[in-house]
């Protein structure tokens, strides 16, 4: 029974993910009055990419070639480690909060390596980019888990969510203010505005999209497949650990259902948080972004010392 | 009384190995091959006597006590401390014996090789006599010799002027750091009677608050410039490039330790109530080196140089765990502050490796390019695939990646910083945000300096001709550094059992003797905190990355269309020939986090434009641009202490008129003086 | 904001009058569902474009731009635009080739990964158009690399730039121009 929910605990991250990509796809079409791709777009975009032939750079080291396993590897892994719909299934060896961004870090590290690797102009300044925004927004994402960690008196995400005293008067605006500051952060990591557009051809507006313009085939479908788990991840721990309401706290199927449940509409408020600040706010220019993030950094700093 | 012996022969071994580099010097290969294989033995038997101590003694492993002179007691002194110190050293020397073999076959007909081994063995000895030794003259000798032989390491390449500077300021911060610690050893002789660590360690129950202030601060200075805190750090990114490359491992790995070693002994090992606000110093400070070591390495182009401030950061992420120990400690936490020096030492093991671990492969680079400019390198990866592969491996260890074992010390800095987030003071609750935040930054930016490096470095084309004359590193290169990169993700995997390894060492120190240690047993070699609040394991971990990774990668590469073709073309350029010049550089790289953090770097930008026509200023015939890092230090530090002692010496010397009567009258002055002060 | 807001949910979906306008939004639905149905069968429902400018006066790209915008909105049809040729199924080639873009143009056609469909938008693109005979020009892009198909126009018009699309996956999948 168990086994059953870490499997299908395994796959959740990866099958759903392309979902939420093409909902945020979808609400920001939909603002500017267009219909819009289908919101399982993102899925036929990867399995095409899958089964087409590659063209890979004769200046590509096996970093390049390996790069896409490893940061597919690690969203994987991530999504494993955070309480996803069940926070019973305590997760005591990997489920750790600084464990989960070390492990989404080396990911990045290794999408930054294989930007530089081709020698491309665009995949060196977008890897630069890439680094200077995730840098900045380290100290902002651990403080923001560090305000529940506290208040749950651990670091384990699993056991965070079980607490599920987030909800009292007295934790209200720490819990407030962290979660904005987390979402500064959601942002900035997964490359959403105002601090990358994700649907940039543009070279002076791209971040993300400049590292992986060498890709193509399946190495492609994996990294896109690998940022749209982190996105994932991302709007979970969003969604799970600052409001943990409905999760499944008993091994029974209807309080899993009803978590997953719960889990898509969270997911899917934050997608439209998402999708009206990109269709409202114009993209920031770079050397503006770190006063962004260090805003993030002082709110859940301001955050612990109120609790 | 057979571990007093194993341990003079360990030091005999070293002293052999020193006396028989000179002896053989008139031949560079026997010289040669002799130091490296005598330090080689020498650092077996250290660590084979550190593991053995580890494992047949509790606390106390042997005290040896000889008077030669009376305030001079040849006394020496293991304890579990000392034993994990001379484990590290023995180990990181191993390998940089091994490394050192080949490496000085570059000084053939060049230098004496003999003078090489003497200095080299003389400096590990000195290390070992440093964390062994427990009488305060007997210390200060293995220190000078320490400091000495190590000056002589590094103006070793003695034809380039920049290291004889680099010697020179090296030599003169040294004996800075020396003159503050002689004035906390004469501080403790005072009180104490003697020299003796035993002796001084009950006069200092009785000393006031006022010198055991005073002993701190001069301590934490004294100490301070060997580790390499801001702002007594300036000789360290200057003496580790000019040294061989083995000897900046050394240097960069093991001695600057020393310096942290001897903070524990006395913090912790002499003194038995520590007032609060040490640990706050120590914090801040720690919290500085850290965030200002990286952002001083993210300016630099210089192999070794960006090194060397990756030194500083880390002996900052160990003050860390030093810091919030003693804050702990007088906060009367004691388990907490176990767990916090426990982080301390196992960042000073695992920085120890990658450290060396990067430093020798650093050294391989510089061996094939002969230039320590990393604009100069670029596309390495293919020209030296292991050397890259084993550089990878450091830089994603010292980043604080897992699964290696830089992470895992850094969750243990982590998780004693949030537990002093979690205290109710909110002044102390402040300060541990702040260090928190710190050590995010930092090793987010340590991550933005590593891709840079590595990227720079190894990956694209190669941005000179250079690179490409290079070859792959000799056997012994490799084979210490994929021994050294094969421990970094042995210690990350086994990080449950070093937790507990080095909790206990860390309670075997005197503060700690009253307190009841409670270990959390490891549970599939997890490393675990104190109260059990949070629990990481690395082996699982592994395993589990492990597997989804082949899975991944059989499942892509062999399930789905299987049929593909990998065509091997050119990067995509837009049309326009890719030459070296269009690749991000170094400098490029950093150049968003420098502009970012421009009111702390300080940086500043010349034009210099030649024009084609100087009526019409149009058409630019050359343009230099120079960009530099204002050396803050140097202005507002070193040059007004410059100024002070250079006025008061020109003040000094007006008494000095050459006359010979003027002098014999000052001495009958001091003579009368002297009489009365009797 | 609101305001702005509140006033996108209430925009009817048609929001030029159809009367002054030649292009009907039925015969758009209508070409578009027909191309959907044969993206889905040939490219899984995804058809990845890079646009490839070999010297073009800006017109086709404008009208290309067009396919984009919210009255014509290629993408309900699973077409979009990547940014690079390494991302892309299918090169739309605009210009008569200037010299200076001929190496440009084979470059990108060396990056896309096969299979790949090259087509010629615009009269430049096909055989030089207006450019013809230009010292400048080469002609057309068949004189540099293999075109599986023209759309003819100076420039197409949005709308006839679908029809041809459409025309051209039909031909793809009676296996004329390319296997896939």
Redesign the interface.
């Known amino acids: 029974m168990t086994m059953f929910f870490w499997a299908l605990q395994l796959i959740f991250v990866p099958l759903v993910s392309p979902f939420f990509i093409g909902v945020v796809r979808k609400i920001k079409a939909k603002l500017q009055n267009r219909q819009g791709a289908s919101i399982f777009q993102v899925y036929r975009d990867l399995w095409k990419m899958m089964r087409k032939d590659e063209v890979i750079s004769s200046d590509a080291s096996w970093v390049f070639r390996q790069a896409p396993f490893i940061i597919f590897a690690v969203t994987i892994i991530s999504g494993l480690s955070i309480p996803i719909f069940a926070s019973f299934l305590v997760n005591s060896l990997t489920g750790d909060l600084l464990m989960v961004v070390y492990t989404l870090a080396l990911g990045t590290f290794f999408l930054a390596l294989a930007g530089m690797d081709t020698g491309s102009a665009f995949g060196g300044f977008g890897s630069s980019r890439e680094m200077t925004i995730s840098a900045l927004a380290e100290g902002g994402f651990i403080l923001s888990f560090f305000v529940v960690a506290l208040i749950a008196g651990t670091t384990n995400l699993f056991t965070i969510v079980e607490t599920n005293i987030f909800l009292t008067a007295k934790f209200f605006l720490p819990i407030t203010l962290a979660f904005i500051g987390f979402f500064i952060v959601l942002l900035a990591e997964t490359g959403r505005f105002p601090f990358d557009n994700p649907a940039t051809h543009l070279e002076l507006t791209m971040v993300h999209e400049a590292m992986i313009l060498e890709y193509s085939g399946k190495r492609l479908a994996l990294i896109e497949w690998a940022a749209a788990n982190k996105f994932f991840i991302f709007l979970i721990l969003g969604a799970n650990i600052f409001f943990p309401v409905g999760i499944a706290q008993t091994a029974d199927f209807k309080a899993i259902f009803i978590g997953i449940v719960v889990l898509f509409f969270k997911a899917f408020i934050l997608c439209a948080i998402i999708g009206l600040i990109e269709s409202v706010m114009a993209k920031f220019r770079f050397f503006r972004l770190p006063d962004l993030l260090i805003t993030s950094f002082i709110l859940s700093a301001i955050a612990i010392s109120l609790i | 009384m057979t571990i007093e012996i194993n341990f003079f022969i360990l030091i005999a071994l070293y002293v052999c190995g020193a006396v028989g580099a000179l002896l053989f010097r008139k031949n560079d290969q026997i010289a040669n091959w002799w130091s490296g294989i005598m330090a080689i033995i020498g650092s077996l038997w250290g660590i084979v006597f550190a593991i053995n101590s580890f494992l047949h003694y509790s606390k106390n492993i042997f005290t040896y006590d000889y008077s030669v002179f009376p305030l001079l007691n040849l006394s020496f002194h293991i304890d579990q401390l000392s034993a994990f110190f001379i484990f590290i050293i023995s180990l990181i020397a191993l390998f940089c014996s091994i490394y050192g073999i080949d490496y000085a076959k570059h000084f053939y007909k060049k230098y004496d090789l003999g003078v090489l081994g003497f200095f080299y063995h003389l400096f590990i000895a000195g290390m070992l006599l440093v964390v062994s030794a427990t009488n305060g003259l007997l210390f200060l000798i293995a220190w000078e010799i320490m400091a000495v032989a190590s000056y002589f390491l590094v103006v070793y390449d003695r034809e380039n002027k920049n290291n004889i500077d680099a010697g020179f300021l090296y030599l003169i911060m040294t004996h800075v750091g020396t003159a503050f610690i002689v004035l906390a050893f004469l501080i403790m002789y005072v009180f104490a009677g003697s020299f003796d660590f035993t002796a001084i360690k009950a006069g200092l129950v009785l000393m006031p608050d006022f010198f055991k202030n005073t002993i701190f601060v001069l301590a934490l200075i004294g100490f301070g410039t060997k580790a390499g805190i801001i702002p007594v750090h300036i000789w360290l990114p200057s003496a580790h490039p000019a040294a061989p490359s083995h000897i900046s491992a050394l240097m960069s790995g093991v001695m600057i330790k020393t310096g942290i070693y001897m903070m524990i002994r006395i913090f912790f090992d002499m003194f038995s109530s520590i007032p609060l606000w040490w640990g706050i110093v120590v914090l801040i400070v720690g919290a500085t080196s850290a965030l200002l070591g990286v952002l001083y390495a993210l300016t630099e182009h210089d192999l070794k140089r960006l090194l060397a401030y990756h030194s500083i950061e880390n002996i900052g992420i160990i003050l860390l765990g030093l810091g919030s120990s003693l804050i702990f400690y007088s906060l009367g936490n004691l388990t907490l502050a176990i767990f916090s020096l426990a982080a301390a030492l196992f960042h000073i093991l695992n920085h120890a490796v990658f450290k060396a671990l990067l430093f020798l492969s650093a050294g391989s680079v510089i061996s094939q390019t002969h230039t320590r400019n990393i604009e100069k390198y670029?596309?390495l990866?293919?020209y030296m695939p292991l050397t890259?592969f084993f550089f990878?491996i450091g830089s994603?260890a010292i980043?604080?990646?897992?699964p290696f074992n830089g992470?895992f010390s850094e969750?243990m800095t982590?998780?004693s910083l949030?537990q002093g987030?979690?205290s109710t003071d909110?002044f102390i609750?402040?300060i541990f945000?702040?260090a928190?935040?710190s050590l995010?930054?930092t090793?987010?930016?340590a991550?933005?300096c590593?891709?840079?490096v590595?990227?720079?470095t190894?990956?694209?084309?190669p941005r000179s001709e250079i690179v490409k004359q290079a070859k792959e590193s000799s056997i012994l290169f490799s084979l210490s550094m994929g021994a050294l990169a094969t421990i970094c993700l042995i210690f990350g995997i086994a990080s449950g059992y070093f937790g507990i390894l080095l909790t206990k060492i860390s309670a075997s120190l005197n503060i700690f003797q009253n307190a009841t240690l409670f270990f959390n047993e490891s549970?599939?070699g997890?490393l675990i905190t104190p109260n059990g609040?949070?629990?990481?394991?690395a082996p699982?971990?592994f395993i589990?990355?492990a597997l989804?990774?082949i899975l991944?990668?059989f499942w892509?590469?062999f399930l789905?269309?299987k049929n593909?073709?990998?065509?091997?073309?050119?990067?995509?350029?837009?049309?326009?020939n890719?030459n070296?010049r269009?690749?991000?550089t170094a400098t490029?790289?950093?150049?968003?986090?420098v502009?970012?953090f421009s009111h702390i770097l300080r940086p500043s930008i010349q034009h210099e434009v030649e024009y084609n026509d100087s009526e019409m200023r149009f058409l630019h015939k050359s343009k230099i641009v120079r960009l530099e890092i204002h050396d803050v230090y140097q202005t507002y530090f070193y040059q007004p202490i410059h100024k002070l002692i250079s006025i008061l010496s020109s003040k000094a010397k007006s008494i000095q008129s050459g006359n010979i009567n003027i002098y014999i009258l000052y001495i009958l002055i001091t003579l009368i003086f002297i009489l009365f002060l009797l | 904001m609101l305001k702005l807001l509140l006033k996108i949910l209430k925009t009817p979906k048609q929001v030029i009058p159809e009367t002054t306008f030649s292009v009907k939004t039925e015969e758009v639905v209508v070409l578009g569902e027909k191309i959907k149905d044969k993206v889905k069968k040939l490219f899984n429902g995804s058809l990845a474009i890079r646009q490839v400018d070999a010297g073009s006066d800006n017109a086709c790209e404008q009208e290309l731009v067009a396919l984009s915008n919210a009255f014509y909105d290629i993408e309900r049809f699973g077409i979009h635009f990547v940014a690079s040729p390494k991302h892309a199924d299918m090169l739309m080639v605009t210009g008569p080739v200037t010299r200076n873009m001929a190496e440009a143009l084979r470059r990108a056609y060396d990056a896309t990964p096969d299979p790949k469909i090259i087509i010629a938008v615009g009269d430049d693109a096909i055989n030089g158009g207006i450019f013809k005979g230009s010292y400048a020009t080469l002609d057309g892009i068949d004189s540099v690399i293999p075109v599986h198909y023209g759309i003819p126009g100076n420039p197409p018009s949005p709308k006839t730039i679908l029809a041809h699309l459409l025309n051209i996956l039909e031909k793809i999948e009676q296996n004329k121009i390319i296997k896939r």
Request: charge should be positive; proline fraction near 1%; aromatic fraction near 12%.
């Open positions: 670029g596309g990866i293919k890259a990878l994603v980043s604080g990646l897992p992470f969750w982590f998780q949030l987030i979690a909110i609750k402040l945000v702040l928190a935040g995010a930054l090793g987010g930016l991550l933005v590593f891709v840079k590595f990227g720079a190894f990956l694209a084309r549970i599939n997890s609040s949070a629990t990481v394991s699982l971990w589990v990355f989804i990774l991944v990668i892509v590469k789905i269309n593909q073709i990998i065509k091997i073309g050119a990067t995509w350029d837009c049309g326009i890719l070296e269009m690749e991000i490029g790289f950093s150049r968003s986090i502009t970012i």
